[in-house]
């Protein structure tokens, strides 16, 4: 029986070489091809001195872990391979936590881990927006925009209004029964969503999106005159 601990790490070597003929077995969804991929990886990893079962396999994931080397460069790239991943996992689970809590900190170090990473840059503006810290939404949306212009493909655009919408219809239903904390505070959200809409109306072509674009229009420009 192999440990769960184990198995994870050796599925996560699995990324070094799917080039090879593994990658048909790692994508089955029968159980004899994932412990047959299993199996090749034990393998492997037993040939590459990283099996995390034995004490030579955790001494050298240790010392790479540190910046050395376990002398071969198959090995070395599956052991970054893994931290990469980890780490990645490691800071989902902080940003989810910190959506589901409303924990701005939360969201502060996974963004610190991946700060590239503009959804959790987005998420992290709204949630300013929710908190009523404008300059806050300010400049960590700017932040999420910038890498997103970056890019400059379609999919991308869309993918980042359809978030920014998302998040911000649900600060806007709670804040709409809650209340806001000024008309200022009320328009930058009824504004950021008009032009959401736009920006996906102009890549989709979505007649709903046109639609509530020109809805929240009206009320931006209402709040705009009592500011």
């Not at 077995?25 to 029968?30: A, G, K, Y």
């Not at 030579?56 to 070395?76: V, Y």
């Not at 996974?110 to 810290?133: C, E, F, H």
């Amino acid at each position: 029986m192999i440990s769960k601990t184990k198995s994870r790490y050796l599925i996560l070597v699995a990324i070094i070489i799917l080039i090879m003929s593994l990658l048909p077995l790692m994508t089955s969804c029968t159980p004899e091809g994932r412990e047959l991929a299993i199996a090749f990886l034990e393998e492997w990893a037993a040939e590459k001195k990283i099996d995390p079962g034995t004490p030579e396999g955790l001494w050298n994931i240790g010392k790479r872990t540190l910046g050395g080397s376990t002398g071969d460069e198959d090995a070395d790239a599956a052991i970054d391979a893994r931290k990469v991943i980890l780490n990645l996992v490691e800071a989902d689970k902080l940003m989810d936590e910190g959506r589901e809590s409303g924990d701005i900190e939360k969201m502060n170090q996974a963004i610190a881990m991946r700060p590239d990473d503009w959804t959790y840059r987005v998420s992290k503006s709204n949630l300013s927006l929710k908190q009523g810290d404008i300059d806050e939404w300010s400049e960590e949306g700017l932040k999420g925009w910038e890498i997103v212009e970056k890019e400059n493909n379609e999919k991308t655009t869309v993918k980042y209004c359809t978030q920014n919408i998302d998040e911000l219809e649900q600060v806007r239903e709670d804040l709409d029964w809650k209340g806001y904390a000024s008309n200022r505070h009320q328009y930058v959200i009824y504004n950021s969503l008009t032009t959401d809409y736009d920006v996906r109306y102009q890549w989709t072509g979505s007649e709903a999106d046109k639609i509530k674009r020109d809805s929240y229009r009206k009320v931006a420009d209402g709040l705009l005159g009592k500011l």
